[in-house]
């Protein structure tokens, strides 16, 4: 069984950090691409960020584009999500997502359970 756990959330003041972790069982990174969405109540899911198993090529969203850094660390079959510059309109579940297409295109072939990032103004 394939799960995706996420890691790293809680609450932190404006300006501040947090670095979001995802971890796999049952699955082997290799060939995915995995990505970061975010929900927050009432609003509608928004991808965040993604990069491919192999090669170089990092995507973001327009709202977190040069505050977030997504980073992967194959030793570890683990995922990152480097977040600076913290803002309270941050504030949201955070899921972790692995696909063997586009994730902000293509549906992912999985999702974590998704960890709360909360910023306090």
């Known amino acids: 069984q394939v799960q995706l756990v996420e890691s790293g959330g809680g609450l932190v003041q404006a300006g501040g950090s947090l670095r979001l972790s995802c971890t796999a069982s049952?699955?082997?990174?290799?060939?995915?691409?995995i990505g970061w969405f975010r929900q927050a109540p009432g609003k509608e899911r928004e991808f965040v960020a993604r990069?491919?198993?192999?090669?170089?090529?990092?995507y973001y969203g327009n709202s977190v584009e040069g505050r977030f850094t997504i980073s992967r660390d194959k030793t570890k079959n683990t995922v990152y999500l480097q977040m600076n510059s913290l803002r309270p309109e941050d504030t949201a579940n955070y899921y972790c997502?692995?696909?063997?297409?586009?994730?902000?295109?293509?549906?992912?072939?999985?999702w974590g359970q998704g960890t709360q990032v909360t910023v306090s103004s």
């Open positions: 990069i491919p198993w192999s090669g170089y090529s990092t």
């Open positions: 997502t692995a696909g063997l297409g586009a994730v902000d295109a293509v549906q992912p072939d999985y």
């Open positions: 049952g699955l082997t990174f290799s060939g995915y691409n």
